[in-house]
């Protein structure tokens, strides 16, 4: 019997997309130092490279014929979203200059936001000789009521969901979920300000969450059809997170977030194979974390469909210099990249890699369901992993605002261990156990697991909706032969 899982965008990640490495010689150098002086040279290049991009049509001389000045703005069709706003994301002003190529990148920088239905852009000449912008937008629903669901051997159980992405007119997003499952369990709040104080270039973003959750450990060989679970336990955690971003020629993108959390481990289950703690039982230990970024991002989505480049580096860091009482260290590269195909096809591509040294359990890299179709969730650990997923969407048919959508994947991930202690136990400055390794999950019949997926599957969409309603995949996992249904419910807590 084919298994089911349920599937579905990170709601975090949501809510920030407005819809809602090479190996690290740590042994060289001190890695923090290390990380900023690498920062500082990305960081350089990137701005460079995004300011060239931002000034590319000014190096192409225009006649002024083509160009007018504008001396008003003003916006028409918005029911909630406020006049400011809309003009903020617009993002020309009295004074500027616009021509035809101007007013498309206006028309562009609305749709993006997610926040409009249809949007219109355009000029009516004033009496002095300068004109009048006009922006016509018809706003979406912006709120969102709806059920969470988790169907799979390894986390059965729902809950309930409402999102707001336009609150009080002014963009800013809010969402709480509750849910509970047999494997996940929890309560999330998350809130975003996409153009803090007014200014489309910073970004703020508050985040918490009380979480239980059970946690399975299997063998790292993806041949298995159906793996046998080694472990089970089940943790607790409470956190709260915030971060704090900048845009600069509207492609060049920084961050840093903080993250305070409680993490208290229980004892695992007695039925299972292996009754050792993975991580010392007793009192709660706090796990606190600074993560940096930088990037370039250009990705804009129009109606369903993703185009742009985004490249990014971070860095996470966590011990008592940022209040905790872990001792860890996180280096990833991500590309994402969005291709247009006959108007309204759509090729989406992901990687990353993420190389870590001496991770805490909580915070272990993972594969699996979400992460890679067609294997159990969370099937594979370690603290070194290369993924890279390829989507192609299409168009199917569309019924009235109804919009009916297939999709082809392929989901491909290395995962493996690079830094082990000797006696298989992960050790903090006291002496405490963070994290006790099975020999099973770390050999396995490679050094390295390697798994792929492929499958297809459907999405619907409603043109008035912030968010895309429904779906469903069907995975394939090549190494096993195994099939699995992923059903897609728009978000989820994460």
Request: glycine share 10%; hydrophobic share 40%.
């Amino acid at each position: 019997m084919p298994n089911v899982e349920h599937r579905a965008p990170a709601l975090a990640d949501t809510l920030r997309n407005n819809q809602l490495p090479r190996p690290v010689e740590y042994e060289q150098c001190v890695p923090l130092s290390c990380f900023r002086r690498h920062l500082s040279v990305l960081a350089v290049a990137l701005m460079g490279l995004g300011a060239s991009m931002a000034h590319a049509d000014e190096d192409t001389p225009v006649s002024p014929i083509d160009r007018s000045e504008v001396g008003e703005v003003t916006v028409e069709g918005a029911n909630k979203t406020t006049s400011g706003t809309v003009r903020s994301f617009g993002q020309v002003g009295v004074g500027d200059t616009v021509d035809s190529a101007e007013l498309e990148k206006v028309e562009r920088r609305l749709l993006a936001t997610g926040l409009f239905q249809e949007v219109r852009v355009g000029t009516e000449p004033m009496p002095d000789g300068r004109v009048r912008l006009v922006l016509r937008v018809k706003d979406k629903a912006s709120w969102v009521v709806a059920p969470t669901v988790a169907l799979s051997s390894a986390n059965t159980g729902g809950g309930l969901l409402y999102a707001e992405n336009n609150l009080g007119g002014r963009a800013k997003k809010f969402a709480v979920a509750a849910q509970v499952s047999t494997g996940e369990s929890g309560l999330y709040v998350g809130f975003l300000d996409p153009i803090l104080f007014g200014l489309p270039q910073l970004k703020f973003s508050l985040e918490g969450q009380l979480k239980s959750d059970r946690v399975d450990e299997y063998s790292m060989d993806a041949s298995e059809d159906d793996p046998e679970i080694l472990r089970r336990t089940r943790f607790n955690s409470a956190s709260i997170s915030s971060e704090l971003g900048f845009i600069l020629f509207e492609r060049v993108r920084a961050a840093a977030k903080y993250r305070l959390s409680s993490i208290d481990a229980k004892t695992p289950d007695p039925k299972m194979p292996v009754t050792v703690p993975p991580f010392s039982t007793g009192p709660a230990m706090r796990d606190t974390s600074l993560r940096l970024m930088v990037g370039l991002d250009s990705r804009q989505t129009l109606h369903a469909v993703t185009e742009g480049l985004n490249l990014e580096a971070s860095y996470e860091v966590s011990g008592p210099g940022v209040w905790s009482e872990f001792d860890y260290r996180k280096f990833g590269l991500l590309y994402r990249h969005g291709v247009r195909f006959f108007t309204e096809h759509n090729l989406v591509l992901r990687g990353e890699l993420v190389l870590a040294r001496h991770l805490p359990f909580q915070q272990e890299l993972v594969m699996g369901g979400n992460t890679l179709r067609g294997f159990q969730y969370r099937q594979f650990r370690g603290d070194s992993r290369l993924t890279f997923t390829a989507e192609y969407h299409f168009p199917l048919f569309k019924v009235q605002s109804l919009a009916f959508r297939g999709v082809a994947f392929s989901d491909t991930g290395a995962i493996a261990w690079w830094d082990v202690p000797e006696d298989g136990n992960l050790r903090d400055a006291t002496g405490r156990v963070i994290r006790n390794y099975l020999r099973e999950t770390i050999t396995g019949q490679n050094a390295v697991t390697v798994a792929q997926g492929v499958g297809g599957g459907l999405r619907l969409y409603l043109n008035n909706v912030v968010l895309p309603l429904l779906g469903v995949d069907v995975a394939y996992a090549v190494n096993s032969g195994q099939v699995r249904f992923y059903l897609v419910a728009g978000v989820t807590p994460s």
